[in-house]
């Protein structure tokens, strides 16, 4: 046994918040984030593309099943393959687009080997962001579903690194 003893552990010293205030700012409230007419809930979302690609061998994990992290590569390149087809594909000197965020619902593996086709559509467009469903299916059968959900993407400002105005040939593609 050790002679000498266990440290109690230090309080923090209480801190003293400060009553909150209301600030008032000669900002005006953020304008109303538009959405387009073509992705309503009662109408069917804009289609965008549908790519076909090939399982790779190298795209298998351990498991014998292509590994989470392909499924975002995937839906990269479905989505660089729509860009393609934008005039300026959505960039310039100024403006270029960012993924803000990804959510992917796995919903089956896919085994090797395979065709899939991926799928990619409007679910809403802002003023400077929009939000690109997909879906990852077998080509053969679109009835069997891999992978569904959608990316944000968002066109920054070069210099600032601050959100952006969408492109116009963006949102006409998106339209």
Partial sequence: MSDTATPKPRKSPARKRKPATKKTTDRAAPAAREVSPAVEADQA?????RVPLSVRWRDLDAFNHVNNSKYLSYLEEARLRWMLGVPGQGLDDHVAPVVAAAHLNYRRPIEWPAEVDIELFVERLGNTSVSIGHRIVDAKDDQVLYCDGNVV????DRGTGRAAELPVAVREACS
């Fill in 45 to 49: 979302p804009v289609a965008l593309i």
């Fill in 153 to 156: 993407m968002v066109w920054i």
